[in-house]
């Protein structure tokens, strides 16, 4: 199996498994212009895509994203390569939040789900908007614990965080604990390493 996997964005060919990139994103219309062409490529390259949601893009907007980009929601969703889920279905479970190494465990798990299931590998996003200032520390651990569970999996991750809440330390921060940087100066999209 090709230890790369097409990207989706114009400006970036192909990105490795195992890297887990971000994006700091300036409002609804950049993130949806990075992640519909994300995930369009992913269902192309036969890979289980899922999109954890939280505004500005809810489980219902990336569903009609994804569905005017010519993507039969219904079918990629019965197949089990596509799940769009909202923040609090996937990082809290039974009303309380999972610690870095739970998340990490299931998307390790889901992982090898979807590799027994014939699918090439995994694809996911999570937009981390709903992130506070007491649950940041605990979030970029999670962040680190990602980074290193994800190096030499059939893993390729995507995380989006809304640019006008980071602030400079903050952007410092979410850049360390990933792989790249995605960015786009112009039309092109380009990875930024650390």
């Keep these: 199996m090709t230890q790369v996997t097409e990207c ?10 195992g890297t887990h990139m971000c994006h700091l994103y300036r409002g609804r219309d950049d993130l949806a212009a990075l992640l519909v062409p994300y995930f369009v490529a992913g269902l192309r ?22 569905a005017a980009a010519g993507i039969d929601v219904a079918a990629y969703r019965k ?4 799940q769009i889920v909202d923040f609090s279905d996937w990082y ?14 299931l998307w390790i798990a889901e992982e090898r789900e979807a590799l027994a299931a014939g699918f090439d590998g995994l694809r996911v996003t999570g ?17 680190d614990a990602v ?14 965080y809304p640019a006008r809440s980071c602030g ?9 604990r990933h ?16």
């Design 8 to 17: 989706g964005l114009r400006g970036i060919q192909e990105i490795a498994y």
């Design 127 to 143: 937009n981390v908007s709903f992130l506070t200032e007491e649950s940041w520390d605990a979030f970029m651990d999670y962040e």
């Design 92 to 105: 809290l479970r039974d009303g309380s939040t999972l610690g870095p190494e739970e998340v990490c465990a």
């Design 79 to 82: 197949l089990g390569a596509l």
């Design 179 to 194: 792989s790249c940087a995605l960015d786009h100066p112009d039309e092109r999209w380009q990875v930024v390493t650390r």
């Design 168 to 176: 400079a330390a903050g952007a410092l921060d979410i850049v360390r």
């Design 45 to 66: 390259a036969k890979e289980r895509c899922i999109w954890v949601t939280s505004a500005p893009l809810h489980t219902a907007d990336a569903t009609a994203l994804l």
């Design 147 to 160: 980074d290193r569970a994800f190096r030499g999996r059939r893993i390729v991750a995507l995380c989006t």
